[in-house]
């Protein structure tokens, strides 16, 4: 399921990334400082951490709804929203524990909003599937698979417009390539050229269906070709990998306006949702493989300890600490408040959330 | 098996009925044939008939009650033998269909309410679609509201609005005129002094409306606002008549007979009837149907309404013999005794305020008639006869008639035949 | 005050609106070089040039997602759907984004876009491009629905809308565009959201409407006052969400007999839910039930005989009014 390659459809120059150690030796990492690389680490331990905790949570049944856990996936969003500059933006889809932490999101109200409770990051208004932090330029969180998107292509076009220089990250997952709104975006995107980059997390099934039964085609990636855009294709369980070729198409986007597909190949150790049978469409040993050879964060530990940035004692203390921050996060959440029955008519309008600017008359609510 | 028996259905246009008295008690022993009660129905008080031989077991529906057509009124079986009260029951069929519909299925239905306080239970039910009492009354909200503030208590008031349906206007009109009209009498003089000073015309109060006057409302309002009148009048000169009344009337005087002026008039109308047949019809929305006989109906005048009992085939009877049936009608008429076959079915109508000094009114059809003659009283007064003017008797005739049916070259054909006739009156003899 | 047609009115609106506010766009299909379907948006490209005229591919998911996603970060874009019958294919982004976003961010973000274009029958282009879908709209709360009948309110309406930092939805109807009416050239005169206008003064019937419905009931109004002597008073509600319904309800309990009047399928309208607020909060004041004229219930007919009738149109309005004053 891996595939290599960096298209010239578009005027990508052609970028070698296949070797971890170029990859390490990329600019955009070689230039990490030791602390740089260290909080790349934590971050991914934290996510995971975090995520374990909340399957927990929801296993008490502390949680509601869905759970759909990034785990296994971590080096991609922690990866990805490392390079972003303070014009750049990020919107993802329902898988976004990841991405939320990744962009600076804070434990506390993520979990929160995972227990629905007012302190949680949409006020326990969203939910798990739908965390936003504008003030991070983290656009959510989008339930609808594909339907994020064209919201990004949006953010990409507001950005060009402004003329500012910048980039939107619209993440989606393989099972969202099949969405006729997400080929709008690319002909749109492509049409226009606008500083976006449509990164497709390939963990290989779309929910329970793998990419060879859903998808058709060589790749996902190279259907960009059909709208002359740049594509790119890498490992999503070499943190090292992703930035540097994500950097490029970044660059691409933030210097000369131009869009990319890039399909970052990974894996998740859980169900589709922690809710739903994981068995029935791959095998214990698939996974366990996985774990013991792709694991991003134990790759990039390893290769923190040859780098001499690591310890194993520093290594336990940020598990411990992501561990610590975790149940915090847990604790926070439990003794938070629920939102009250007047809450539910809040944040819907921003006219009767700022009462003294509103201009409109007559009801907006009805009963 | 003790026969259940029910509220029977008395009129076309009756859908519940009041147990007025129970003519039997319980345990009375009866045949068939018997009156058991008596029941008013929108139109009349009528005896309630035993079908069976037995004993009166069980009453279900006591004196007073309004009664849904189907529900069980008593049972008649072997001495001794236990009735069960037929189970808890849905509510009268408020909205009951179409008048000519024989109900189906006179499943147990229930007694609508049994008022045990009012001596004589006067409610409005009366056709398909009014109400009993106990019932829905349907009322408009702001015509709800209206009456609270205006302190007109909506059972008394008939609906306007669809389906009977009490509105705005209702209430107002109701408020306007608390009071029915003063029955007689007391008619003050004026004597120049300050009205105020004699006070009110009468007791203010509020009289529910009968179950006739409820039927009158309908179906005039209904009359008045879905037919297109029309009205034509003519005079006829009455000196024949009346002088052939008189000297019949002193032949037979001997004999018991007095024909009135509506006997001759009654006679007459069969007779212009028989001449311009295309009066003696009714609508019938799609189609119009003419009648083979002319069965004229006349209205009586009661102390809370009026009733039109019928005279069949008058073109076939002789005055005497309609002038003793119209007698008998009218007696049972105010005795409120007629039977509703008496007075359901007439073709044509003939109402007469003669006899009270109207010299001319346009009366309103009576459904489904096509056609209503308006007669007024008999007027002295200058006429021109051979170029002379002399004094001479006429009366004035007015037809209103339903232009739906009847254009006006019609109408006019009936009433030119009608003056024909009355004023050769010997020719009605023949 | 001049006289223009409600296109121009909106054009207007647009050309004010683009020139006040940098971050107010245009976009939608043949918005620029062909001038707009309808011609509404006719000499805005040159006037304002490509970055703020935008023709977009016939796509609408994509380019009204894009709008939205833009609205995120500031940008005010008005997007021009050539019919809104179109919003089928535009939904998730139009009634889970616009519509959500805001209240899923536990009010973080806001999205003020403007979607507007044609809602209407009547001009015999069969069902698929006859959809009034103002109910359904309506029915997601953190929209705001506006529908306007005349060239003032049309003009007036907009820039409030342009102006408004939630997702404004504008329904315009192809065969009002070249109805003529005094319009404004004050580039500050605003009609706020969530105002009636009452029409026509009268004091047997109401009739609550919207849209080309207005034009309609008007007539029908004029024909019951010069025949049946009976007086209407025509409530254009001009948006739906607000909803004006004081002003509603101030007619209501002066006539006593209500008509809603819409251009809409019936089951589960914008009329039923006025049915139902009138009688909760008027139920008192009601002289006979809540009466309502609606589109007939069938996808739009294109036979354009009988399309009239599946419509509303004055004989209907007529008959229908003076069945509510029975």
Redesign the interface.
Known sequence: MSKKAVSTAGPTEEANVSCPAQNAQAPINALLSKEERIELHRKMVRIRRFEERSLRAYQAKKIGGFLHLYIGQEAVAVGCCSLMGKNDHVITAYRDHGHAIAVGMDTKALMAELYGKITGCSKGKGGSMHYFAPSLNYWGGHGIVGGQIPLGTGLAYAVKYKKLKGAAMAFMGDGAVNQGAVHEAYNLAALWNLPVIFVVENNGYSMGTSQARSSAGPGLAQRAEAYGMNWGTCFGHDIYEVRATMDKFLTLAREKNQPSVVEIDTYRYRGHSVADPDKTYRTREEIEEYRRTKDPIQLFQNALLAEGVLTEARIEQIDAEAKAEADLAADFAEASPFPTAEDIQKDVYWETDNPAQRASKGRLFFD | MANIIEMPKLSDTMTVGTLVKWLKKEGDSVKSGDMLAEVETDKATMELECFFDGTLLKIFSPAGSQVAIGAPLCAVGKPGEVVEAPAGQPAAPAAAPASKEEPKAPAPAPVVTAPTHAPAPVAASVSEQSRAVGERIKI??????LADEKGVDPSTVTGS??GG?I??ADIEAAAKNPKPAAKSGGGATFTGGAIGAKGPVQIERAVPVSTMRGVIAKRLLESKTTIPHFYLEIEVDAEPLLALREQLNKGLADAGVKLSVNDFILKASAEALRKVPDVNASWHGTEIRYHAAANVSFAVALPDGLITPVVFNAHEKSVFQISTEAKSLGKKAKDKKLQPAEFTGGTFCVSNLGMMGIPKFLPIINPPNAAILGVGTTVTKPVVKNGQIVVGQTLTLTLSADHRVVDGAVGAQFLGALKSVLETPALLLV | MPVITYREAIRAALAEEIARDENVVLMGEEVAQFHGAYKVSEGLLEKFGPDRIVDTPISEAGFIGMGVGASMLGIRPVMELMFWSFYSVAFDQILNNAANVRYMSGGLINCPIVIRGPANGGTNVGATHSHTPENVLANHPGVKVIVPATAADAKGLLKSAIRDNDPCFFLENTILYGEKGEVSDDPELLIPLGVADVKRQGSDLTIVTYGRCVLHSLAAAAILEKEHDISVEVVDLRTIRPLDFDTVLASVKKT?RVLVVEEQKPFASVGSQLAYLIQREA??????PIHRLATIDAPAIYSPPVEVEQLPNPQRVLKAALAAL?
């Open positions: 408009s909200p702001l015509a709800k509201k609005g669809p349906r509105v705005r | 006593h139920f008192d004041e009601l002289d006979g029975a």
